[in-house]
């Protein structure tokens, strides 16, 4: 059974730089698309990030576009999202995102997230 | 790219059926079969129920169900049981390759 496991989320000031981690066991990861999601308290969902199973193919929200870089090591099992610039409208849980369809970036595009890791928290604050 | 619009709440009787509404535009609901469904109770990670607007993953009930037309979404409880109770979220594929959510609507079943 797939398992996904966040970490990295950390108080930090605006402008600054996080990078959280997400552990993946139980599956062969290269073999599916991953993503990132985020839930800021008491709010909604929002899409951030999607990458390929290769990662070759990576597609960002509007919101984090040349701030927020996806990325992924296929040798350990690992999922990672760089953050620059942080702004307190950053502030959110983020959540680790698998689909179990395939390895294209469009299963996390056409919403087919069927895994999800706990999250960790980010807060962006001064 | 805007969010979907979802009703703030809805809510039933167990037993009964509820639908809830997912509204979005012609560049995302109403331009692709790619609506998802998701669950989320309180302070756990959404689960999703249904995706390419009507099918359902396995181990999701088939209590659940999803339609759509034009621009807007909807998913059905039907036989509501207390567990339902919970927020749900739809989403779209939208026209510039992104994905898409809704503001989200508390179910609550009296």
């Known amino acids: 059974e797939a398992h996904l496991v966040e970490s990295g989320g950390n108080l930090v000031q605006p402008g600054g730089s996080l990078r959280l981690s997400c552990a993946a066991s139980?599956?062969?990861?290269?073999?599916?698309?991953m993503g990132w999601v985020r839930q800021a308290p008491g709010k909604g969902l929002e899409w951030v990030s999607a990458?390929?199973?290769?990662?070759?193919?990576?597609y960002n929200a509007d919101s984090v576009k040349g701030r927020f870089t996806i990325s992924r090591d296929n040798s350990k099992n690992t999922l990672f999202l760089q953050m620059n610039s942080l702004r307190a409208e950053d502030t959110a849980l983020y959540y680790c995102?698998?689909?179990?369809?395939?390895?294209?970036?469009?299963?996390?595009?056409?919403?087919?997230?069927?895994?999800w890791g706990l999250g960790t928290l980010v807060t962006v604050s001064s | 790219q805007s969010a979907l619009t979802q009703p703030p709440s809805a809510s039933g009787s167990p037993g009964q059926s509820v639908t809830i509404s997912c509204t979005g535009t012609?560049?995302?609901?109403?331009?692709?079969?790619?609506v998802s469904w998701y669950q989320q109770h309180p302070g756990k990670a959404p689960r999703l129920m249904i995706y390419?607007?009507?099918e359902r993953p396995s181990g999701v009930p088939d209590r659940f169900s999803g339609s759509k037309s034009g621009n807007t979404a909807s998913l059905t409880v039907s036989g509501l049981q207390a567990e339902d109770e919970a927020d749900y979220y739809c989403?779209?594929?939208?026209?510039?390759?992104?994905?898409?959510f809704g503001g989200g609507t508390k179910l609550t079943v009296l």
């Open positions: 995102a698998k689909t179990s369809y395939g390895s294209g970036v469009s299963y996390i595009l056409w919403g087919q997230i069927d895994q």
């Open positions: 139980g599956f062969t990861f290269s073999s599916y698309a």
């Open positions: 990458i390929s199973g290769s990662g070759g193919s990576t």
């Open positions: 012609s560049s995302d609901v109403g331009g692709y079969n790619y």
């Open positions: 390419e607007v009507s």
């Open positions: 989403s779209s594929y939208a026209d510039n390759k992104s994905l898409v």
